[in-house]
């Protein structure tokens, strides 16, 4: 560092003051709060009569404390309202008065941490998912594709911008009161994470998820982190919109309104076999061709539209044509790796002889019976078929 003496030698014996000044600006440059060569430095400019916007500024200390990211309690960075004069021990020519130094401004050191946030929607249906941008999510499909391809997912990335780890930090999800979180992962981390439910107005639910610091469940710096949510319906054909917010202990950052439109998953197939055939078709060829062989997909594939057809036949209360497709149904199933369950359940199902001639009451009681044998056939069915590990 250049030495104070020399700068005076410079200033006070030689009256050489365009050095003087030069070397006064390599010492800012090297110390900006140096309260004695900024004094110095005024006194040479007014020898000088020059203007305070020539070389370096007189805010270039403030411009760089701000960078530097002082705490505003330090010596450099504290708050008052008065001006700090320090004076000098060093000659001054007679008639030139020393000007008072004037404080740095105030900085804060607390850098807000900067966190953005992606989501999207897996729809099962369309065995993709529902995003603005044409990016290939490989490494989600993968997830989901190992963690359960028949349901819908909420995909949610946190990405850290900050040279901070964040330690404790969670998420908060609002949605309508027809659309359920069943469950969510952490990708990296074993097994489901514990949700928990309020309603803030009677038709929301709000599903919140928090992370201590204890799970030492962190997103690194300059790193991100996704977590997963598993999207259930109370009904399908429906529109649903879910939105959040990420928070920790610095920062918050919204989870932009997401809307998708719930076609058919697993947990709807039966309901949507009445009321959307073609998705529910297209939900159950879509698994089975992803979780088994070409023939053996299309060997399933045939029983769930015998399983289709009797539901429509019982729901219709059109009973003609119900026995022969049991039979067929049940030859079917014995040939395939189902449980003794299933067959028995379809077995039952054929042995109510709902086309006995009897009508009236009797008649109505069997048919009630006969579409709830249907829905717990199709419930087992998907079950053991769909849902198998």
Request: with cysteine; net charge neutral; charged share 25%.
């Amino acid at each position: 560092m250049i030495a104070l003496g020399t700068l005076l030698s410079l200033f006070y014996k030689y009256r050489r003051y365009e050095e003087a000044l030069e070397a006064i600006d390599r010492l800012l440059r090297l110390n900006p709060t140096h309260v004695i060569a900024q004094n110095l430095r005024e006194d040479v400019l007014k020898k000088l009569n020059r203007g305070s916007g020539d070389l370096i500024k007189r805010d270039f200390a403030t411009s760089q404390l701000k960078e530097s990211g002082k705490d505003e309690n330090t010596d450099f960075g504290k708050k008052s309202n008065q001006k700090t004069h320090i004076p000098s021990t060093y000659p001054r020519e007679e008639g030139t008065p020393q000007k008072p130094s004037k404080s740095p401004s105030p900085i804060t050191s607390e850098k807000e941490e900067r966190v953005s946030v992606e989501r999207t929607v897996y729809d099962p249906l369309a065995r993709d998912f529902i995003v603005s941008t044409a990016r290939p999510l490989v490494n989600v499909k993968n997830w989901i594709d190992r963690h359960g391809p028949a349901s819908y997912w909420l995909v949610v990335c946190i990405h850290n911008h900050s040279d901070r780890t964040i330690e404790e930090w969670g998420i908060e999800l609002d949605s309508s009161s027809s659309l359920k979180i069943l469950d969510a992962a952490i990708e990296g981390v074993d097994g489901t994470v514990s949700l928990h439910t309020t309603h803030p107005k009677p038709w929301l639910v709000r599903s919140m998820l928090g992370v201590s610091h204890h799970r030492g469940i962190t997103i690194p710096r300059n790193g991100s982190r996704r977590v997963y949510f598993r999207l259930g319906s109370e009904s399908c054909g429906v529109s649903h919109t879910i939105q959040g917010t990420f928070i920790a202990e610095h920062t918050k950052a919204a989870i932009r309104a997401k809307q998708f439109h719930h076609s058919c998953d697993v947990a709807t197939l039966g309901t949507a076999m009445q009321q959307n055939p073609i998705a529910a078709e297209q939900f159950t060829e879509n698994v089975l061709r992803q979780r088994y062989h070409r023939e053996m997909a299309q060997r399933y594939l045939h029983t769930f539209h015998l399983i289709h057809d009797i539901s429509c036949c019982c729901h219709a209360k059109q009973f003609e044509d119900v026995h022969d497709k049991l039979y067929t149904l049940e030859d079917a199933l014995a040939k395939m790796a189902v449980s003794d369950n299933l067959i028995g359940l379809v077995q039952r199902l054929n042995a109510l002889d709902i086309h006995d001639g009897m009508g009236g009451s009797a008649r109505e009681l069997k048919a009630r019976e006969a579409e709830r044998m249907c829905r717990n056939i199709i419930d087992l069915w998907k079950n053991e078929v769909l849902l198998v590990q």
